[in-house]
């Protein structure tokens, strides 16, 4: 074995795979700072006037203030969901265990092309397409399974004799629950919120079949890209890759990821 | 801090884990005030046994009563005893402070007098100035001392420690042991310590209770427990010892297994099985003397202690006062007195 050798072999690899990746943002950043009226690269010149249309064209602004509202309800009925079933899972003994933890991690493995079709058809009954809050609904059974998998794995490593010990000093269930337990769980808690929001935020499909005429962000880019190519929806998607990553530190200095699962 | 220490009677206790049987039955009387030390090797229940008191475990039977008062069904909450647990189970996301008031505030005292309290109790484990330190800026045996004090900042009925020093070097678990012992008596507070040492329960306590396979084998104080233990298990769990079988061939004198007829002092019946016991530190010259080949002989400073093959095939430890090793395969001679040597 020559784990410098390896080392310097893996380090190689995964620069290149991580330059492969970014390799898009290197031209749509410069497009979206474009003076030239059509998508080209390298731009001709700079100019701000594309994030200029993006901020005055009150549909963007529209889209993407739902977009936001509808990422963060999405956040809090995951949690308000998942922390429990994710309780229930990791401590819980019961018959069917194993069958309910599948089923929240279904719609991981359903295509979901599938599941929006089949919401579709559902919502269309309940008179929920177009309304916001039904795709709030969709929204969180796409970001159930992220919330689960995250709080699960801050469960398996929870110390329990933390509980025993602050009910031991007096606490109820209640008082351990809130003032031990979930503030412990507090960096999972974040991740898990913050997965659910970006899950939802970046969401096309489900949005296509369900939003009707209330447009979120990646549908209003989506029929932008059908309408019209212009350098607009370059800014729109720098200014979305901006968020997400501000969401993803966030996650990386408050919130911890399955990495816990490992050890 | 005005003490309410109760004192503690289990009766009957059984409690199974599928097919293992963790507590057989086990009966103990705790007086206020006491220090008794739970001693027995891993999965001979004792932690078990800590539990139920805990109320963190139900018993299959038995009860629990402290003070007279019947707690066997109890939640914990409610049973004010302070446990201190074997990692210490601090809590990571409060001070040193915090983790001291957590008692108090789900006891719903006033402010000022958790304040006050806290200080007191740190105070105590000499931990004044520690308050806004989170636990894991402290060491292993400044957390201990942490839990410690939150285990007693509220005035408990008991205080239960569960291997509480079994992560700690030597000399640092030296000076908690007497910590702990100092604490104990100042505060009277009944005290159940549990652990696996029996070095750490001679020096603690007040009586030792020896448990083997989920049973109390003997509960005796600590001279008596090295002593006169009342069995094999006992004599060989706690100390070091030379233990053989035998049969009281006339009063005043024994047949071992082995042949060897042993002078003793203990008025058992002639025809009655026995077993014997003497302690390494015993010998010396004495009306049994034995003549044995040095097989082994180990420097330790204070003593040196010897294996010796003597005849019959009977092997004996002996512990001597410290000077020059013999000659491995050289012959002595050790003899121990009747009154030295232990029947059960």
């Not at chain 2, 931990?127 to 201990?144: A, I, N, T, W």
């Not at chain 2, 769990?237 to 024994?254: A, L, P, Y």
């Not at chain 2, 060897?260 to 016991?277: F, N, T």
Request: hydrophobic residues 50%; charged residues 20%.
């Amino acid at each position: 074995m020559k784990p410098n050798g390896n080392r310097r072999l893996l380090v190689a690899l995964c620069t290149l795979i991580y330059v492969f990746l970014m390799l898009p943002l290197v031209v749509v950043f410069p497009i979206s700072l474009s003076s030239a009226p059509y998508m080209q690269f390298p731009p001709p010149g700079l100019s701000t006037q594309w994030y200029e249309r993006y901020l005055d064209d009150p549909q963007w602004i529209d889209a993407t203030v739902r977009s936001l509202y509808v990422g963060g309800a999405t956040a809090v009925l995951a949690l308000l969901l998942g922390v429990p079933l994710a309780f229930s899972l990791a401590r819980g003994r019961y018959a069917g265990r194993i069958a309910v933890d599948r089923l929240a991690l279904a719609p991981l493995i359903v295509p979901v092309i599938i599941l929006s079709v089949g919401l579709y058809g559902l919502f269309a009954k309940l008179k929920l397409i177009g309304e916001w809050y039904g795709l709030v609904v969709a929204h969180t059974v796409l970001a159930l399974p992220f919330v689960v998998l995250v709080m699960m794995a801050g469960l398996r490593d929870f110390d329990r004799a933390l509980e025993q010990a602050a009910e031991g000093l007096g606490a109820s269930r209640l008082q351990t629950l809130f003032r031990v337990t979930l503030p412990l769980l507090r960096p999972s808690l974040v991740s898990a919120g913050l997965l659910a929001f970006i899950s939802s935020f970046d969401e096309l499909v489900v949005a296509l079949f369900l939003a009707g005429p209330n447009m979120t962000l990646p549908k209003k880019m989506f029929d932008n890209i059908l309408m019209e190519i212009d350098p607009t929806i370059a800014a729109v998607s720098v200014m979305q890759i901006v968020l997400v990553s501000i969401v993803l530190v966030l996650i990386g200095r408050f919130g911890r990821g399955l990495q816990g699962s490992a050890r | 801090m005005a003490s309410r220490s109760a004192d503690l009677r289990v009766e009957g206790l059984v409690k199974r884990f599928g097919e293992v049987v963790a507590l057989d039955g086990v009966s103990l009387d705790i007086a206020s005030g006491e220090l008794l030390t739970i001693l027995g090797p891993s999965g001979s229940g004792k932690t078990t046994l800590l539990k139920v008191v805990a109320g963190f475990e139900t018993p299959d039977a038995g009860s629990v009563r402290v003070d007279g008062t019947d707690i066997t069904t109890l939640p914990p909450a409610r049973r004010d005893i302070g446990m201190v647990f074997q990692n210490y189970a601090l809590f990571p996301h409060l001070t040193v402070a915090r983790n001291v008031a957590f008692p108090l505030e789900m006891r719903n005292v006033g402010k000022a007098e958790i304040e006050r309290r806290v200080a007191e109790a740190l105070e105590l484990v000499e931990l004044e100035g520690y308050g806004r330190r989170l636990p894991r800026q402290l060491s292993g045996g400044q957390q201990q001392r942490v839990a410690l004090a939150r285990a007693i900042v509220f005035n408990p009925r008991l205080l239960l420690l569960d291997e509480p020093f079994g992560a700690l070097d030597r000399k640092l678990r030296e000076t908690m042991q007497l910590e702990v012992r100092r604490l104990q008596r100042r505060l009277g507070l009944t005290t159940i310590f549990i652990t696996h040492d029996q070095e750490e329960a001679l020096v603690l306590s007040d009586r030792i209770a020896v448990m083997n396979k989920g049973s109390i084998e003997q509960v005796a104080s600590t001279t008596e427990i090295y002593e006169r233990p009342a069995n094999d298990f006992v004599a060989d769990f706690v100390g070091e010892s030379n233990i053989f079988h035998g049969t009281v061939t006339e009063v005043g004198s024994v047949t071992l297994d082995s042949g060897r007829r042993l002078l003793i002092a203990h008025p058992a019946s002639v025809g009655s099985r026995v077993g014997v016991l003497m302690r390494p530190e015993r010998f010396g010259r004495g009306a049994n003397s034995f003549n044995g080949e040095v097989k082994e002989a180990v420097y330790l400073g204070s003593s040196i202690k010897l294996r010796l093959a003597c005849d019959a095939g009977m092997e004996l430890i002996v512990r001597q006062p410290s000077g020059a090793l013999p000659a491995i395969g050289s012959r002595i001679s050790v003899g121990i007195e009747p009154e030295s040597i232990h029947v059960f």
